[in-house]
């Protein structure tokens, strides 16, 4: 099991950029594919991207495809997203979580993650 704790989250206008960050607790953090989710107002929590345990592979959803990066150093243990071109129907809560794997894999739905933070709150203004 890891600790994991999201940051930079904000309020931003639409077409500007935010990196959220993700620290994991330990040092098994190599161990772990990690993906980002979010969870829109009054909506269900969806799928952001996913990236594999050495960072070679990843997925981004169709609706930040071109506009989100997701990346990781596993020498930190830390996991980002990079958010360019917001939209309002960005806003929503994000939240990291992560895959005990021992292939170089990911998963893509949220019920492969077995521990998640606490989220950060990302705001678009239009």
């Known amino acids: 099991q890891v600790q994991l704790v999201e940051s930079g989250g904000g309020l931003v206008q639409a077409g500007g950029s935010l990196r959220l960050s993700c620290v994991s607790s330990?040092?098994?953090?190599?161990?772990?594919?990690m993906g980002w989710f979010r969870q829109p107002p009054g909506k269900e929590r969806e799928f952001v991207a996913a990236?594999?345990?050495?960072?070679?592979?990843?997925r981004p959803a169709e609706s930040v495809k071109g506009r989100f990066t997701i990346s990781r150093d596993n020498t930190k243990d830390t996991l980002y997203l990079q958010m360019n071109s917001l939209k309002p129907e960005d806003t929503a809560v994000y939240y990291c979580?992560?895959?005990?794997?021992?292939?170089?894999?990911?998963?893509?739905?949220?019920?492969?993650?077995?521990?998640w933070g606490q989220g950060t709150q990302v705001t678009v203004s239009s």
């Open positions: 990236i594999s345990r050495n960072g070679a592979a990843s």
């Open positions: 330990g040092r098994t953090f190599p161990w772990y594919a």
């Open positions: 979580a992560a895959q005990f794997r021992g292939d170089n894999g990911m998963g893509l739905t949220q019920t492969e993650y077995h521990d």
